[in-house]
């Protein structure tokens, strides 16, 4: 494997051990850069195995037009920004979609709705083109709060694993 991206490592270290999406996910393969340097990789388009990958052809899937998840995290974000507030209804969706993960998810309050919704937004939808515009729509969430300085519109900064010193994250300033 010669990857032209690796995943962030924040995002990796939200997966808990037990949590399925991890393991669907990422997997540590041995590169062919020099050295051969086992690295954590995305794998969760790697393909499908029982269609595509017997005839060599690899990071081809089946298009998903809507999956059942993002509707049960759609909805919980609809509950917590609803005129009621119900806080309890979004954390039993949250809980529901964790649970059949493996995973456990902290409940939903008024301090914290956006924070954990925006988490398990990130873990289940990695990678699928969805966190740009969650990010412009959640112009409150708390990693955004930080005062950029004027002008400044990405902040890149290298990764640990990173191969000499290419790989970055980005931020985008909000508006």
């Known amino acids: 494997f010669y990857p032209d991206y690796m995943p962030s490592e924040w995002a990796v270290g939200l997966y808990g051990s037990s949590d ?7 997997r540590t393969l041995t590169t062919g850069y020099q ?17 595509f990958i017997p005839y060599n052809i690899y990071h081809v899937c089946q298009p998903k037009p809507i999956r ?40 939903v309050t008024a301090s914290n709705w956006l924070s954990i919704i925006s988490e ?8 699928e083109g969805f ?8 112009k409150d969430l708390p990693e955004w709060s930080k005062v950029q300085p004027a002008g400044r519109v990405f902040k890149r900064e290298t990764q640990s694993n990173a191969q000499n010193g290419s790989a970055s994250k980005m931020e985008v300033k909000k508006d």
């Open 20 to 26: 399925a999406r991890r393991s669907a996910y990422f």
């Open 35 to 51: 050295g051969n340097p086992s690295l954590t990789l995305l794998v969760k388009y790697f393909g499908n195995e029982e269609g």
């Open 68 to 107: 059942l998840a993002e509707m049960y995290l759609i909805r919980a974000e609809a509950y917590c920004r609803s005129e009621a507030r119900e806080f309890g209804k979004a954390s039993a969706d949250l809980k529901t979609l964790a649970a059949a993960r493996g995973a456990s998810v902290a409940s």
């Open 120 to 127: 398990e937004r990130v873990k289940e939808l990695y990678m």
């Open 131 to 138: 966190r740009l515009n969650d990010l412009k729509r959640w």
